[in-house]
T-cell receptor, first 117, second 114 residues
Framework: DTGVSQDPRHKITKRGQNVTFRCDPI?????LYWYRQTLGQGPEFLTY????????KSRLLSDRFSAERPKGSFSTLEIQRTEQGDSAMYLC???????????????FGAGSRLTVL | AQKVTQAQTEISVVEKEDVTLDCVYE???????LFWYKQPPSGELVFLIR??????QNEISGRYSWNFQKSTSSFNFTITASQVVDSAVYFC???????????FGQGTTLQVKP
């Protein structure tokens, strides 16, 4: 297995444009998470899926953000009408579904860095 | 609310020195898990250790060791005989309930100089 893949690795866009990031998790992992990381900060939770169901969204996820995992495999994170404040690293992680979910070890991808000009 | 605090923003040491990274957490859960991740310059977070709230034994893995003290809500990480390759940002994290999602601290940037 090649781990968690994210694409693109870097995206530069102008304010007001839409962007979409893709995440391919480890194939046997049921859970998929999106995080956002700004410079000098720890990753902040955005949303997560169990199979194709989106189970939780952070209040950080404004209505300009939407995430999908249509077949329970890959996921996309779309940001509409980007703002400069959206500039960050967007991290995807996946994990198996363990009996005690809190024990999940998340495997992270390398991230997609967004720069909004 | 759950929270993780890493008070040390940056630490700089000379190679072969020992260094301890501090982590303090807050949670109302009785069962929880704590984690440490390493983020090298390449950017990908790498899992180092997971510890559950019922196991307070210290753990050692090579040059790495972890000290979990429930009484002080701390989960500190020590690197013995540091090496330049240890230079990275280190994050402590707490799992939240049954979601499996992690609450991260702000991270500690460790610079090991030759």
């Amino acid at each position: 297995d090649t781990g968690v893949s994210q694409d693109p690795r870097h995206k530069i866009t102008k304010r007001g444009q839409n962007v979409t990031f893709r995440c391919d998790p480890i194939s046997e992992h049921n859970r998929l998470y999106w995080y956002r990381q700004t410079l000098g900060q720890g990753p902040e939770f955005l949303t997560y899926f169990q199979n194709e169901a989106q189970l939780e969204k952070s209040r950080l996820l404004s209505d300009r953000f939407s995430a999908e995992r249509p077949k329970g495999s890959f996921s996309t994170l779309e940001i509409q009408r980007t703002e400069q404040g959206d500039s960050a690293m967007y991290l995807c992680a996946s994990s198996p579904l363990e009996p005690l979910a809190g024990a999940n070890v998340l495997t992270f991808g390398a991230g997609s860095r967004l720069t909004v000009l | 609310a759950q929270k993780v605090t890493q008070a040390q923003t940056e630490i700089s040491v000379v190679e072969k020195e020992d260094v301890t990274l501090d982590c303090v957490y807050e949670t109302r859960d009785t069962t929880y898990y704590l984690f440490w991740y390493k983020q090298p310059p390449s950017g990908e977070l790498v899992f180092l250790i997971r510890r559950n709230s019922f196991d307070e034994q210290n753990e050692i893995s090579g040059r790495y060791s972890w000290n979990f003290q429930k009484s002080t809500s701390s989960f500190n990480f020590t690197i013995t005989a540091s090496q330049v390759v240890d230079s990275a940002v280190y994050f402590c994290a707490l799992s939240e309930g049954n979601t499996g999602k992690l609450i991260f601290g702000q991270g500690t940037t460790l610079q090991v100089k030759p």
